[in-house]
């Protein structure tokens, strides 16, 4: 477990401060206002951003590289002897196309710039765990750079999600996986599965970014406490903490501060920021009102990431279904009819027509926009 020498006050402090155009002076302010040297002389420090697809540096679904040379530049500045950023990205990426996260985001550019590493875990070591509880895969792979710091900064984005409602710094260490762990994760129960992780990888510090927060400008959330920290960030969004599983049960766990009441948010005031966002699944429903998803719960990001990004962008582009259809992901669904299609190897079936099935472990993206993009007009 990594040396994590800061413990929770009785009331957790979060740190919810406007960032304008200086990222560095934002996370110089928010670990000021939290009082604790997070960083010490000759510490070897692990940045662990959400790099999960190679998008845009500000497209708002991936750690900003801007923040993550903001905080590299303040550990190098509190004296860190080893900085490294280090990212398993999500199973939504063939294998063999996880350095793109990296490289096509500039991340690799400012590492090399800065003269600090960065490394993609799935080349590296990883340190087995087996039969922890009923709701992890029966052995799972923790990369071992997370055991080797002796800090580790937890860089994860403001964001919804298909199953969890939110993602943010909880869900985050799912990163820290190895690649075909991720897949298992999801069954039988992701929240719960998340939590257990969570009793494992255990950050110094989580920064939530928030630069791509239009409504109320560029924001930082930060904070020890992992809970209250996805607890302020889920607020923020509009969203009831107490309607997310990973932060009620993580808090049941000992694993944090649920109760926003008990929560000490210092800098900008949040009821004067909080904004309500449309969780992806109203999105979708507002869309395409006659379209269903089977079987979500039993996929993983592989299948699930690339049909709301599909479907979002459709409904974006003004495209209507031309009668109710089904969309079915994952394993043990009812037997198709209608239209529908079939998306990931899991919800395949012997002898649909190919015209109907988006196949692979995980489906490119591009197929699945045809195989959506005909289901409407």
């Given amino acids: 477990m990594i040396k994590n020498e800061s413990t929770f006050s009785k009331r957790s402090k979060v740190s919810l401060i406007a960032v304008n155009d200086n990222p560095y002076a934002a996370v110089v302010k928010a670990t000021g206002d939290l009082a604790t040297q997070f960083i010490k002389h000759g510490d070897t420090v692990l940045i662990k951003p959400n790099l999960v697809n190679p998008n845009p540096p500000e497209s708002g679904q991936i750690t900003s590289p801007r923040l993550i040379e903001a905080v590299v530049k303040y550990c190098l500045a509190n004296g860190a002897g080893r900085v490294i950023i280090g990212e398993g990205p999500g199973t939504y990426n063939r294998k063999e196309d996880l350095r793109d996260c990296f490289t096509t985001t500039g991340v690799s550019e400012l590492a090399e710039r800065l003269g600090v590493e960065w490394v993609l875990f799935d080349e590296h070591n990883f340190r087995a765990f087996h039969k922890i509880s009923d709701c992890t895969p029966e052995i799972f792979r923790v990369t071992e750079y997370v055991f080797n710091c002796d800090k580790m900064i937890n860089l994860p984005v403001l964001k919804t999600h298909y199953l969890t409602k939110v993602t943010l710094a909880m869900k985050n260490l799912k990163g820290c996986l190895r690649w075909e762990d991720k897949i298992k994760f999801h069954q039988p129960d992701l929240c719960r599965a998340v939590v257990e992780l969570n009793k494992i990888v255990r950050p110094t510090l ?162 699945v926009y045809q195989r959506l993009k005909q289901l409407v007009m």
Avoid: H
């Fill in 206 to 367: 989580n920064i939530i970014d928030a630069l791509n927060w239009k409504p109320g400008g560029g924001l930082l959330i930060a904070g020890s406490d992992i809970v209250a920290v996805d607890t302020v960030g889920t607020a923020l969004m509009g969203l009831n903490p107490k309607e997310i599983r990973t932060i009620t049960e993580g808090a049941a766990a000992g694993l944090g501060e649920s109760d926003i009441t008990r929560i000490e948010i210092i800098g900008e005031e949040l009821k004067k920021l909080k904004y309500r966002v449309n969780l992806p699944q109203e999105t979708i429903k507002q869309y395409f009102p006659l379209l269903e998803i089977t079987g979500a719960e039993r996929s993983c990001s592989g299948c699930l990431i690339p049909v709301v990004s599909v479907l979002t962008e459709l409904g974006e582009k003004g495209f209507k279904l031309k009668q109710p259809a089904t969309v079915y992901l994952g394993r043990n669904n009812p037997e198709p009819n209608g239209e529908f299609v079939l998306v990931g190897d899991c919800a395949n079936r012997e002898g649909t027509d190919s015209q109907r099935k988006a196949s692979g472990c995980a489906p490119r993206r591009e197929t």
